[in-house]
């Protein structure tokens, strides 16, 4: 877009301004009204995007009683516990920036540091440290291997998810030397960080997550870094973004059921809670989490979602990386404890390992509350561990210290502390990562951007992490794709009512974050429809 267009956008953008000014005196307004579902970061920052633009009619709709949706602090002592995001991806990004003029960050971590920091437990199992330092330097050249593979070899990434490919590199690792059969449990235990690696970050089951994720996902940052906020968090950050917005604006308590799209007006009705709301909107810009999408898509369109729309929501992932943050009096690990990694290998601690054992791979000391150990549980293990109560996780977890510290006078944890995101029917899970069916499929995360219109112009638009084609899964996705949707009705409002000339061009820079560089307003072109 050239800088004359963009200039005529703003000064459009300006006599909306004024006109509305003029409507108060009794005319008609001409700002569209807008509805957003969920008043998670998407929600929150397209809501603010819109009153930057200077679009003040609209209605935050969210299911749950507080903002920020997947994100959540829960206070504790003199901070925060993060049970959803804690780190930033990268520092070339609008949310960095928050929380670095806020003082939010703590560190710049490797994610690694759980695996390569950590204490591995093993009580009086017959494990030796020359074991663990085999199989460390054998996985350490793994992650550079595998992001070469995405990166030069598309059809190898495509095809196999990374539990595939770390299977045939551990069979021939295991090949290359003569181990006993004592070496190769205490192998199999370990395996079980390194799988727990990927499905942390990923938030997926591995055997489901595809290799080309790597190529996908770019944060433009220094690969395998983040940065750890401090005991504020992302409490700090949801507060920032949250703080123009007119609490009159938020409707808490309030689930939506379905949108309701009327082709013969062009307007859209939601029905909340049972009931529906009078008041019908020119746009719908829906931030709910995919997996909310997967399980009542069919339930919450009328007219039903474009064919494209489901298969992109079907087949993109949506998985969970849950936290329990175990309490103690008093801490029994060492002072200099980052992290422990319980180490039960099959054959020694038992015959066979079961679910929790499995599962159960790290707990991280939480640096500024050292009583405290956040237990990170992904894949499979969100689930397992979502659906026990709390006396059976202090029980297992009791248990699982006493024998990998051999140490049957350590106590119970005093207290957990958890969301159990799985089982929230407003979150169902963490975020979306690419499935194994996705990357054969060639189907983008933006596919989900792409708007329902009618007769050529967007009516529902799509908000979230998972929308956004190279930082799914990131809270900086999320805000970025709500600023992008803001732009998008905004720009289709003033660009129908003034006869600009609609482009059929995808737009796929990261406008929100030109802005940041360059300090311009600037409305996106529009996405193409289905």
């Not at 908000?463 to 600023?483: D, P, V």
Request: proline share 4%; glycine share 6%; with cysteine.
């Amino acid at each position: 877009m050239s800088v004359s267009v963009r200039i005529v956008l703003i000064v459009i953008i300006g006599c909306g301004i004024t006109v509305q000014k003029e409507s108060e005196k009794g005319e008609p307004s001409i700002k569209p009204s807008i509805a957003i579902v969920g008043a998670g970061i998407s929600g929150l920052s397209t809501a603010r995007r819109l009153i930057e633009l200077g679009i003040d009619d609209f209605d935050i709709y969210e299911g749950l009683d507080r903002i920020g949706g997947r994100i959540h602090a829960i206070p504790y002592k003199d901070g925060f516990l993060q049970m959803g995001a804690q780190f930033i991806n990268g520092a070339e990004n609008p949310l960095y920036k928050i929380a670095n003029r806020l003082g939010l960050i703590a560190d710049v971590v490797s994610d690694t540091a759980h695996v390569d920091n950590a204490h591995f437990a093993f009580g009086n199992q017959n494990v030796r440290e020359e074991d663990i330092k085999t199989f460390l330097d054998f996985t350490s050249k793994l992650d550079p291997k595998y992001r070469s593979i995405a990166k030069h070899d598309e059809k190898t990434a495509r095809r196999y998810t990374f539990k595939e490919i770390f299977t045939l590199d551990y069979m021939h690792f295991l090949k290359t030397q003569n181990f006993t059969e004592t070496q190769k449990n205490v192998f199999d235990s370990l395996a079980r960080s390194f799988r727990s690696y990927w499905e942390f970050e990923w938030a997926a089951d591995w055997s489901t997550l595809s290799v080309h994720v790597l190529k996908e996902w770019n944060d433009y940052g220094p690969e395998c870094e983040s940065f750890a906020t401090n005991r504020v968090g992302f409490k700090g950050i949801l507060d920032e973004i949250a703080a123009p917005i007119p609490r009159n604006a938020f409707n808490f308590n309030s689930r939506v059921e379905n949108i309701n799209l009327n082709s013969n007006t062009g307007k859209i009705q939601l029905t909340v809670n049972d009931h529906l709301v009078p008041t019908e909107y020119d746009y719908v810009i829906v931030t709910s989490s995919l997996g909310v999408l997967k399980k009542y898509h069919h339930m919450m369109f009328t007219p039903p979602l474009p064919r494209q729309k489901i298969e992109a929501i079907e087949k993109i992932g949506f998985g969970g990386s849950c936290k329990v943050f175990f309490e103690w009096d008093q801490p029994f690990w060492s002072n200099n404890t980052y992290s422990i990694a319980p180490l039960p290998v099959r054959g020694m601690i038992s015959e066979k390992l079961d679910a929790f054992e499995e599962e159960t791979t790290i707990l991280q000391v939480v640096d500024w509350a050292p009583n405290v150990l956040s237990a990170w549980y992904a894949g499979r293990g969100h689930q397992l561990v979502d659906n026990m109560s709390e006396e059976e996780l202090k029980q297992r977890m009791t248990r699982l210290m006493r024998e990998m510290y051999n140490d049957n006078g350590i106590p119970p944890p005093s207290k957990i502390i958890r969301t159990q995101l799985t089982k929230n029917e407003l979150l169902l899970g963490s975020y979306s990562y690419m499935t194994q069916v996705q990357a054969l499929s060639h189907i983008s995360h933006s596919q989900l951007a792409i708007p329902v219109k009618l007769e050529g112009r967007p009516k529902i638009l799509f908000a979230g992490e998972a929308t956004h084609h190279r930082l799914f899964q990131t809270t900086i996705g999320g805000y970025l794709s709500g600023r992008r949707e803001a732009d998008r009705a905004v720009n289709d409002w003033f660009g129908t009512r003034y006869g600009f000339n609609q482009t059929n061009k995808m737009e796929m820079e990261d406008v929100s974050l030109i802005n940041e560089k360059r300090n311009v307003p600037y409305i996106s072109q529009p996405i193409t429809s289905i």
